[in-house]
C-alpha cells in the first residue's frame, strides 16, 4: 500500500540529526556488546544523503483539492502512453512506433482529447503499448472514490466509439472486406515494416535501437535491447513464414503486392472504404506509410520506399492525413 | 511437370492445406496430361524450405504464390485463374489470401495438431503409414512444434480445450483411493458449463474466419461468382477441406462448421468434388534423386547447421546471401578443424619428441663422462648438440635399437 509506506517514511525526514544523538547513547549505554568502528558510524550518520519528498498516494488522496494535481488545465485528462522520444511527447508528433501511431492519429480524427506521454512496454498493464488512462472528471473526484481507467488497445476502439462526441465511425469493421484487407496490412506490411527496421542491421542501429532505446543510452544496455528486439521481429516473421525458407526480397515483394493491393481498393476516392470521413483503417495504413516516408529508411528499407512511392494515391492519402491532423 | 506435395490423408490429396491448394490450382489451371502428382514429401527439393514445389524441366518453384505466378507467365496468361477480374477484385484476392492464411492456419492446427486426442489418434500415426523408420519421428515433431508456434497466441483456448479433454477421462488415482467420488451434481453440472463455455470459444475463433468468408460467398459457387474457380477459392478449398472432411476423435471445427455454416460446407463440397476427383488427378512415383530417403534428410539437416548455430541468418535480404553465409561457416569450420589438426599434430610431436631429448642429453652427458674428456668433447659436436634435438633423437632411437 502506497499509503503506509508514504506514513512510516514521513518521520524519517529529519532522520540525520536524530540519528546521530541516539547512536551516541546507545553506544555509550546499553551496547556495550558491540560497537561500531567510529569511521563506520560517521559514515552512516551522513546517510540517508537526500529525502525525497512524500509522493502523494494516488487513491486516498483525497485531502487534495483536484487544483493541486500535476496536470493543469492546460493538458486533456486523458493520456496516451506510447513510444515516442520525450520532446516529441510535447508537441505530439507521432510516434515512431507503427501500433502507437495508429491509435494516436485515429483518436485525433475522432476529435478525442488527449495528450501523449512517452513510455515503453514495462508501463503497460498488458505489456504492450498503447494503452490509455483516463482520469475521471473532476467532480467525481471529489464526490467519491474513482479511479483511473486504463483502456488496453484491444478495448481502444470501443472506448473511443463511446466517448468520441460528435463523429461517427462509418466504416464496420466486422465486414468481411475490411478484415481482409487489415490482415493484408497486418502481415504482408508489418512483415515488411518488421525486416526492414529490426532485421536490417544498418537501420537497426541507426533508427530503431536509438529511438526505442533512448531513455537507456548506455552501451551495452541498448545493444543488448537491440539484439532482442532483432531476434523477436525474426521469430515473427519465421512465425508467418509458416515453415518455409522466407529472405528479405520475398517479404518486399509481399509488401509491394499489398501496396497494390491497397491502392486500387482506394482508388480516387478521399478515404478507405469510400467512406466520407476518415476511419480505423485510414489511420492503420497512414501509421504504416507515414513512417515508411518519413523515417529515412536505409539499405534495403529503400525497397520499401520505392514500392510505396511507386503508387501516387497512397502517397496523397498519408498527405492528407498529415495536413489535417499532424500539424 | 511434377507437383512434389505432403502425401494423402484424410481422403484428401495431401495433408497440407498449401499442398491441397496447389493441386486444385493445377488440376483447373493446367491440362491434365500435362502435369503428374508426386507424393515425394522432401522439403529438400523446394527452393524455399516447403512443400508443395513444382518441378518443370530441371526449374524448381516453391510455394503456391510463385506456381501460381509462374504457371500463369509461362502459360502466356492462358492458366491466370484470375484473369477475368476486375482491378478491385484483384486487389481483393491479394488481401483474402493473406486473411485465410492467417485466420485459417491457426483453426487447422489447433484442430489436428493442438487437440491432444486428434493428434496422438490421428494426425501422429496417419504420419508413420508413408514415412520411413528413422525420418518418421522427426518431421511430424517439426510440424507439431509449428503448429504449436502458429498457435501460440491462444494459449487460454488451448488450455480450456485441454482440460475439457481430462475431464472426460478416468478421474484422479488419488481420489480414487480416498474413496472421493466426485460425481456428486455439482460438479458434473458445472463441468457441463465448462464445456459450454469451451464451445462457445471455439465457435467464436472458427467464426473469425468462416463468417466473413460466408458473408462474401453469399451462395455463390465460386469466391468472386463467375463461372469458374479462381485462386481464393483454391485457396479456400485447401483450408477449409482439412476442417471438414478429417474423422477426428474430437471433431469441434466439422461440428461447428456443419452447424452453423451449412452452405459453407456447401461450397468446399461442390469444389472438392470437382478439383480433387482421384480421376482428375494422375500419380506418379518421385525420380530416385528426388526420393525421401535417410541420406537426402540427413543431407538437408546438415545443409541448415550454419541457421540452427546460429551462424547465418535466419532471414538474409537474398536468397543468395543464405548460401554465401553457410559456405562461409563451413569454410570457417573446416578452417578451424585443420588449425586444430595442426596443432594437436605438433602437440603430440613436441611431448614425443621432449621425452627422447632428455634421454639423448643424459645419454649424452654419460657418454661424455665416460670417454676422454678431450677426445670426444670438440667444436663439431658441441654444434651438433645446439642443432636441433629432433635428428638427434631420431639417432638415438635407431642406435638405442
Known sequence: MPSTSSSSYRPSRPAPAQSTASGTN??????SMFRAPTFIRTIFDKFPLYSYPVDPSPINSLDKTPSEQPHDDLFSKNTLYVFSLPGDAQNCSPSFNPACLKWQIYMKIRGVDFRIQSSSNHASP?????????????????????????????????????????????????????RAFSSLVDRNIRDAWLYAMYVDNTNLNN????????????????????????????????????????????????????????????GDNKWFFSARDAGLFDASVFAYTHLILTLGLERSGEDLVNGLQQYSNLIDHEQRIRNKWCT | MELHVWSRAFGLPSLDPECLAAIAFLSTAVPQDLWVLVESNNTNLSPNGALPALKDGSRWIGGFDSIVSYLSSRSSGRSDLDRNLSEIQKAEAVAYRSFIRQTCLPIISLSLYITSRNWVQVTRPLYSTFIRFPIQYEIPHTHHARAVSATSHLTSLIRDLAAEEHSSSIEPISAAIAGITTTSTTSSSS???????????????????????REKLNRKNYFFGGTSP??????????????????????????????????????????????????????????????????????????????????????????????????????????????????????????????????QVEEKIGEVATAGVNELVDEESVESMDRLPIFRAEDMLNLSM
Open chain 1, 26 to 31: 546507545d553506544a555509550g549505554g546499553t551496547s
Open chain 1, 126 to 178: 498488458t505489456g504492450s503499448l498503447p494503452f490509455l488512462i483516463v482520469e475521471p472528471a473532476r467532480s467525481s473526484v471529489v464526490s467519491g472514490r474513482q479511479l483511473a481507467q486504463t483502456v488496453p488497445a484491444s478495448k481502444l476502439a470501443q472506448w473511443i466509439e463511446d466517448n468520441a462526441a460528435g463523429s461517427v465511425n462509418q466504416v464496420s469493421s466486422d465486414s468481411p472486406d475490411y
Open chain 1, 207 to 266: 533508427i530503431t535501437v536509438p529511438k526505442y532505446t533512448n531513455s537507456t543510452p548506455l552501451w551495452p544496455v541498448n545493444y543488448l535491447l537491440g539484439l532482442q528486439m532483432r531476434q523477436a521481429a525474426l521469430d515473427s516473421l519465421g512465425v508467418n513464414g509458416v515453415g518455409s525458407k522466407v529472405n528479405g526480397e520475398m517479404l518486399y515483394m509481399r509488401a509491394n503486392e499489398a501496396w497494390a493491393a491497397l491502392s486500387a481498393l482506394l
Open chain 2, 191 to 213: 463441468k457441463e458449463t465448462e464445456k459450454i463455455t469451451t464451445r462457445v470459444k471455439l465457435r467464436n475463433f472458427v467464426a473469425d474466419f468462416v463468417d466473413p468468408i
Open chain 2, 230 to 359: 479462381t485462386t481464393v477459392d483454391c485457396l479456400l478449398v485447401g483450408y477449409l477441406s482439412l476442417l471438414v472432411y478429417p474423422d477426428l476423435p474430437s471433431p469441434w471445427a466439422k461440428e461447428i462448421i456443419q452447424q452453423e455454416f451449412a452452405d459453407v460446407i456447401l461450397y468446399v463440397e461442390n469444389l472438392k468434388s470437382a478439383l480433387f476427383a482421384e480421376r482428375s488427378i494422375t500419380y506418379a512415383e518421385a525420380d530416385a534423386a528426388d526420393k525421401l530417403t535417410l541420406g537426402s534428410w540427413i543431407g538437408g539437416g546438415v545443409e541448415s547447421i550454419p541457421e540452427k548455430w546460429g551462424w547465418a541468418d535466419a532471414i538474409p535480404l537474398r536468397e543468395s546471401d543464405r548460401t554465401q553465409q553457410s559456405s562461409s561457416f563451413w569454410v570457417l569450420l573446416q578452417g578451424m578443424l585443420g588449425i586444430a589438426a595442426a596443432a594437436g599434430g605438433v602437440l603430440a610431436y613436441k611431448t614425443l619428441v621432449g621425452g627422447d631429448v632428455e634421454v
